[in-house]
Antibody, heavy 120, light 112 residues
Framework: QVTLKESGPVLVKPTETLTLTCTVS??????????VSWIRQPPGKALEWLAH???????SYSTSLKSRLTISKDTSKSQVVLTMTNMDPVDTATYYC????????????WGQGTLVTVSS | QSALTQPASVSGSPGQSITISCTGT?????????VSWYQQHPGKAPKLMIY???NRPSGVSNRFSGSKSGNTASLTISGLQAEDEADYYC????????????FGGGTKLTVL
């Protein structure tokens, strides 16, 4: 059974750095056919892809947020970490991690999401 | 990456069929058969309903079907049921500027 679970702070202050962790089970981060994406959704708004990472450490970032994002993985812990610097209130959103399929990059299994609020 | 274009809302009565469109460009929808559709109920995570344009994951009702023509993909739901009321998002592989995924703006389906 594939599961993903996001964890991290519920509240961050403007200009702070957000660090989110995605812990996966039911598949291995060393599987060449699978990767993990981070996707966010501001309240009442659409989904926005942020970044992805694969077993060979191949990474890709959203063009608009690339300067603020870093994605990494710890295969032994089955964890993928996303950091986003210089947080702003407009970054308030539910952040999801999702398993993706190599080649298509399409998410198939999603975590439950974690709501992050940016406020002083 | 620019978002894919979806209608903001569609509606239908129980038993009817509806179609939701998703329009992109030759760098995403039109260039690859890597289009997915997701159903999202309020407060819940998205659920994969269609992948690679027209394939249904195990457990998804055959009332859901997908297709593509040129730069536009479509999701059709037949025999509408009250439980189908949700937001629907399309996504596509994109090769514009960076290799990744682009999502549609979402469509609110109301079952009358």
């Amino acid at each position: 059974q594939v599961t993903l679970k996001e964890s991290g702070p519920v509240l961050v202050k403007p200009t702070e750095t957000l660090t989110l962790t995605c812990t996966v089970s039911g598949f291995s981060l060393s599987n060449a056919r699978m990767g993990v994406s981070w996707i966010r959704q501001p309240p009442g708004k659409a989904l926005e892809w942020l970044a992805h990472i694969f077993s060979n450490d191949e990474k890709s970032y959203s063009t608009s947020l690339k300067s603020r994002l870093t994605i990494s993985k710890d295969t032994s812990k089955s964890q993928v970490v996303l950091t986003m610097t210089n947080m702003d209130p407009v970054d308030t959103a539910t952040y999801y991690c999702a398993r993706i399929v190599a080649g298509t990059l399409q998410p198939d299994y999603w975590g439950q999401g974690t709501l992050v609020t940016v406020s002083s | 990456q620019s978002a894919l274009t979806q209608p903001a809302s569609v509606s239908g009565s129980p038993g009817q069929s509806i179609t939701i469109s998703c329009t992109g460009t030759s760098s995403d929808v039109g260039g690859y058969n890597y289009v997915s559709w997701y159903q999202q109920h309020p407060g819940k995570a998205p659920k994969l309903m269609i992948y690679e344009v027209s394939n249904r994951p195990s457990g998804v009702s055959n009332r859901f079907s997908g297709s593509k023509s040129g730069n536009t993909a479509s999701l059709t739901i037949s025999g509408l049921q009250a439980e189908d009321e949700a937001d629907y998002y399309c996504s596509s592989y994109t090769s514009s500027s960076t290799l990744g995924v682009v999502f549609g703006g979402g469509t609110k389906l109301t079952v009358l």
